[in-house]
């Protein structure tokens, strides 16, 4: 079982859209897959609530036992956390469950200095773990023709963690899918946005593997 924790502690980074899509598009890959909701707001829960037939499973775990609670789970191929903003408790407690942490940042100076404290309980749980947790950046809510992507990618090099090439951009269709409680992948299976999403889970895997 591979855990990936989607976090950064500042909100409106993108985490919940990430989070949901990496899932679905886990599942649509043919693996088994459960999503974690440990953000109190319940954004990601709400999103499956919309749908009684919802094809992804999602549970609540807004407690800083995140890492305890996934070991009396059914064994799954994958357990994707969606996580919490502003809650240090239960960032710590998913970095502790995860084999891989996705930090997602916006292209804004203050969405990069906001990243710093929970690079810095990454680092030290990479260093606890020999290297056996792995994470990385990935840049969200992306504008397209814009130079500022360029830039972030520079700021971000001074943290000392990977930077995945993949980036997701600003779409209407994100927010649009999220209120049917679907995803892109459901619904423009070939669009950019599906792509995109399809490119950062194989960048993941390639990374996990």
Known sequence: MRVIAVLNQKGGAGKTTIATHLARAMQLAGSDVLLVDSDPQGSARDWAAV?????????????????????SIARKDYVVIDGAPQAADLAVSAIKAADFVLIPVQPSPYDIWATSDLVDLVKQRIELTDGKMQAAFVVSRAIKNTRIGDEVIGALEGYGLPILKT??????????????????LDTEPNGDAANEVRALLEELTQKLN
């Open 51 to 71: 749908r009684e037939d919802h094809p992804v499973p999602v549970v609540g775990i807004d407690r800083p036992t995140i890492d305890r609670d996934l070991k």
């Open 167 to 184: 980036r997701i951009t600003q779409r209407v269709s994100y927010p649009s899918t999220a209120a049917s409680g679907t995803t892109v």
